[in-house]
């Protein structure tokens, strides 16, 4: 790849790096502290998550290198670069953990869909590509994390969760 990188496609790339970062780090939080009668089953499909979220970190990182440019890696840098908000206390139960983790699956779908765009317009089949693969794999644990909601409550206090996904203009407030 011998041509610069255009910042915009950098921006989404880093952004969504440290949106991995964090939400892997959100999902080990919760990996190690979740309780309840389905503890067996969250712990072990948080950590699946958290590992399939790790992986795409390393896809977004490997592939600002490829583009010549420097990817972040510590800590400092990822929690400026992140747009999921840090956690505000600990969540009450696995029921909280579940619906915490829909949302920023939500919001990171939000964000991929506009880096997609991005992606598109510069004509960048290969970034258009880790998008979109990574807009399929949090939709589908979205997905898994919205059926666990439904199946931990009790039958009389059931709420059937829309999937909403955020608007892609999302790309005209970054």
Not at 12 to 24: K, V
Not at 32 to 48: C, K, P, T, Y
Request: glycine share 4%; hydrophobic share 40%; proline share 5%.
């Amino acid at each position: 790849m011998s041509k610069a990188i255009p910042a915009t496609l950098l921006d989404h790339l880093r952004r969504e790096q440290a949106n991995a970062t964090c939400l892997y780090l959100q999902y080990k939080g919760y990996h190690w502290n979740v309780s309840g009668s389905l503890f067996r089953e969250l712990h072990l499909m948080f950590d699946e998550h958290a590992k399939s979220v790790l992986d795409t970190a390393d896809e977004f990182a490997e592939r600002q290198r490829m583009h010549g440019a420097r990817a972040p890696y510590t800590l400092d840098e990822m929690s400026t670069l992140q747009e999921l908000p840090s956690e505000d206390g600990r969540p009450a139960d696995a029921a909280e953990m579940l619906e915490r983790l829909r949302e920023a699956h939500l919001e990171v779908i939000g964000g991929l869909k506009a880096a997609f765009q991005t992606a598109e317009e510069i004509a960048d089949p290969g970034s258009a590509d880790l998008f979109a693969r990574t807009v399929q794999l949090h939709e589908k644990m979205e997905w898994f994390l919205r059926e666990h909601l439904v199946k931990s409550s009790p039958p009389s206090e059931r709420v059937h969760v829309r999937a909403v996904v955020p608007a892609t203009n999302a790309a005209s407030s970054r």
